[in-house]
């Protein structure tokens, strides 16, 4: 802090127990020019002044992984818009997010950014960015405009090693890892095998085996550790860093622990649903399983454990949504009708209003260490690792004043009927959790007062990134 900025103050956060990063201190925040420029006890009056006495103050969330008003290869669009889902992510203590310009077969890269950057800017009440989604991989794509687009700040690009329509062959995940590495960029990866996953759905519906429970069948374990293990390997002949998504099984956990003790520049994140979800809520009667059906499914208690004590040790360094809005109806999973088998049904789960309300309870009540973990796989992780940081992720001088004030002994159950986006319902529907979200800034301006909205369409920004 330096005196000369206490002239110049706009806004006190007054009295809290804020998580700067690394620690826990007792401090008032203050805020000039939408930045944090003062962390002190006893700064001076300010024009506005929020009480923050018995809060604890976080980092606004940053979560780098939502499909949001994005079509799929299938033709079909997600429930929310920009609008929906950052309003949800808002109310839940995010204020930044990275979703996907999806690129299919036959789409011009540049066109696809374009057009998401368009409806972001009009939508988005919180700061954004985009994963480029490669679907198309030919000469144009990948000689021209993914490092083109790279080079103006898109630094990180999504692949499959899965889905019929989607799936990048090996030799095509190393040309784009090699060009990342030119051009300072993170490729992501959805790792599993796509051979064992058709193979299984093959068998399995040829069984007469089609309810969603069955999903959890047709993506055996093994088809998520063989292909990390594959990824990974590539990334180390491309001489390339690379960042494994949603990681489901502590197979998974250990393949990549093994790599990163063996220097291997890996990344890794895993979901709310692999921490808190299992296969038995895939086995409801009729298709109200749909709505549990995720890619990776999830997975049992062996896992779970297995992936918080990944969390624990940074051998998983992110805590992610994979916020994938699809509304049990005709306009999203059900869009095959009441006889869907579960190869017809949208995978995906919402989660961008629930992620850190869930997080919050598991991890924010054991102490400072316990709130230092929530800070650190929430918001500094996923903004160091992707290329926010240091503006965003952190309560420190210099960076964007995203700050969350958490009642922690707020009780809430989560409900269908309260969720804010447009899916419709909640996953973790009946769950009980301490800890509410009851006031966000974004860059200094509230944009949650009191667990209500008040931010206007369109005032998120995209966020410059630099690797």
């Not at 393949?255 to 895993?270: C, F, N, P, S």
Request: net charge negative; hydrophobic share 45%; aromatic share 4%.
């Amino acid at each position: 802090m330096q005196n000369t900025t206490l002239d110049t103050l706009t806004l006190v956060v007054r009295g809290g127990t804020v998580v700067s990063g690394q620690d826990v201190i007792r401090a008032d925040i203050g805020v000039a020019g939408g930045r944090i420029v003062a962390l002190a006890d006893g700064l001076p009056p300010a024009p506005e002044e929020i009480d923050a006495t018995g809060q604890i103050v976080m980092p606004g969330g940053v979560d780098v992984h939502a499909h949001i008003e994005q079509v799929s290869a299938t033709g079909l669009m997600t429930a929310d818009d920009w609008e929906s889902a950052t309003s949800a992510a808002a109310l839940g203590g995010t204020t930044t997010v990275l979703a996907f310009a999806a690129q299919h077969r036959g789409m011009k890269l540049s066109k696809v950014v374009e057009d998401y950057a368009r409806r972001a800017a009009a939508g988005a009440v919180i700061d954004y960015g985009f994963h480029l989604m490669i679907g198309n991989p030919d000469a144009p794509t990948l000689d021209i405009e993914l490092p083109a687009l790279i080079e103006a700040g898109h630094r990180s690009v999504k692949v499959f090693m899965t889905y019929d329509r989607l799936s990048v062959s090996d030799e095509h995940i190393l040309d784009i890892l090699e060009i990342a590495r030119r051009h300072g960029a993170l490729v992501c990866v959805h790792a599993e095998n796509h051979g064992m996953i058709a193979w299984m759905s093959r068998k399995l519906l040829a069984a007469g085996k089609t309810a969603p429970k069955y999903h959890a069948h047709a993506h055996p374990r093994l088809s998520e550790v063989e292909a990390v293990r594959r990824v990974i390997d590539l990334a180390r002949l491309a001489e390339a860093a690379v960042s494994i998504f949603h990681v489901s099984t502590r197979e998974g956990v250990a393949a990549i622990r093994a790599a990163l003790g063996d220097g291997a520049e890996v990344h890794a994140e895993t979901c709310p649903q692999y921490l808190f979800l299992g296969p038995e809520d895939l086995d409801k009667p009729g298709l109200e399983g749909a709505k549990w059906m995720c890619s990776p499914p999830p997975r049992g208690p062996r896992d779970r454990d297995a992936l918080w004590k990944g969390l624990e040790r940074g051998d998983l360094q992110i805590l992610s949504s994979d916020h994938a809005p699809y509304a049990h109806d005709e306009t999203g999973k059900l869009k095959h009708g009441p006889e869907s088998s579960f190869k017809q049904i949208a995978n995906g789960v919402p989660g961008i209003g629930a992620r850190l309300v869930l997080a919050f309870d598991a991890l924010a009540h054991d102490g400072a260490r316990g709130l230092v973990q929530f800070a650190r796989i929430t918001a500094a992780n996923p903004a160091r690792i992707y290329g926010m940081a240091p503006a965003k992720g952190v309560i420190t001088i210099g960076a964007d004043a995203d700050l969350v004030l958490w009642d922690p002994e707020r009780r809430r159950t989560l409900r269908d009927a309260d969720v804010a986006d447009r899916t419709g319902y909640t996953p973790y529907a009946g769950r009980t959790v301490r800890g509410w979200p009851h006031t966000v800034l974004r860059r200094g301006a509230v944009i949650v007062r009191d667990g209500a909205l008040c931010a206007a369409a369109g005032s998120g920004r995209m966020v410059a990134r630099s690797l």
